[in-house]
């Protein structure tokens, strides 16, 4: 597996320059918010020809302002769950672009520059220990972020048929399994399923329902009925080796850093966790 370690950052200089439009729409007040290019994980290569993304390599965006804050501390809007999409949407400067239609890993990117940009690098959050249990404030640095361009591993036999969709066998059943890439859209319905399983104080089904969401053919069959009937019985080796596949092939930003417990000194890779802190490093 081959990874692209390039540290997180734009490619292409701020935009601080005022376009004339802005200096006639705001006489005697010509003050206009910065821009910047964000790298996109996935390189436009998995949109489809119509969508604005596809063959873009960066996209640009605004620097956090107030009202991206007002967006964030809105009671109506967390509760239903759509600050942060409403936050990228107001951050593109292309208003073409329907944020929902993003990939996720693209959407990560805009999240972690966007953050940068508006709060530093150093990201300071309450950290569970693994091994021993104890909460702890730790210290990250989003700067160590890197860039997964996605991959195609010859050992896990996975087909790219384009626009986003693979193919792959699963290893146990032999079954032929045809898997697409997920948008904002899938990522807020999966949240969003999660959270009304925990409302009705019903068990959550995060594996299968990202199988269900992720699932577009089982042996060439892309009736629902067929995709049923893999989840109710599919292995977990198979399972397994279907998010795998899905894992590798996905363009997405690593925010794997180093972790050390204050406690027990416990060391290992962790995940990033993005908590509220993300965006309220004060708070």
């Not at 195609?152 to 193919?167: H, M, Q, R, V, Y």
Request: hydrophobic share 35%; aromatic share 6%; charged share 25%.
């Amino acid at each position: 597996m081959s990874r692209n370690r390039d540290r997180l950052g734009t490619s292409a200089p701020e935009n601080n320059s005022t376009p004339p439009q802005a200096l006639q729409q705001n006489p005697g007040f010509a003050f206009v918010v910065p821009t910047e290019f964000v790298e996109l994980p996935s390189n436009g290569r998995f949109y489809s020809e119509n969508h604005p993304l596809h063959g873009q390599t960066t996209i640009e965006i605004k620097q956090m302002t107030a009202k991206e804050e007002d967006i964030l501390t809105s009671r109506t809007l967390l509760k239903n769950g759509v600050a942060i999409d409403r936050v990228i949407q107001s951050l593109i400067v292309d208003k073409s672009i329907n944020s929902d239609t993003l990939l996720v890993g693209d959407r990560n990117a805009i999240l972690i520059a966007a953050r940068s940009s508006g709060y530093g690098t150093d990201y300071d959050t309450k950290v569970t220990c693994p091994s021993c249990g104890v909460v702890q404030e730790y210290s990250f640095n989003l700067n160590d972020a890197t860039v997964h361009t996605g991959n195609i591993s010859p050992a896990l036999e996975i087909t790219d048929k384009g626009n986003g969709i693979f193919e792959t066998t699963l290893p146990r059943t032999g079954v032929q399994v045809g898997f697409r890439l997920l948008d904002g859209m899938d990522e807020k319905g999966m949240l969003t399923r999660a959270e009304n399983a925990r409302k009705r104080k019903k068990s959550e089904q995060a594996v299968t329902d990202l199988i269900r969401t992720m699932v577009v053919s089982v042996n060439g069959d892309q009736s629902p009925q067929a995709v049923e009937y893999l989840i109710d019985n599919i292995p977990s080796i198979d399972a397994r080796h279907l998010r795998t596949c899905y894992k590798e092939v996905t363009p997405n930003i690593d925010m794997t850093q180093y972790f050390e417990c204050q406690e027990c000194g416990h060391e290992q890779d962790m995940e990033v966790p993005l908590t509220a802190d993300f965006f309220w490093p004060d708070r």
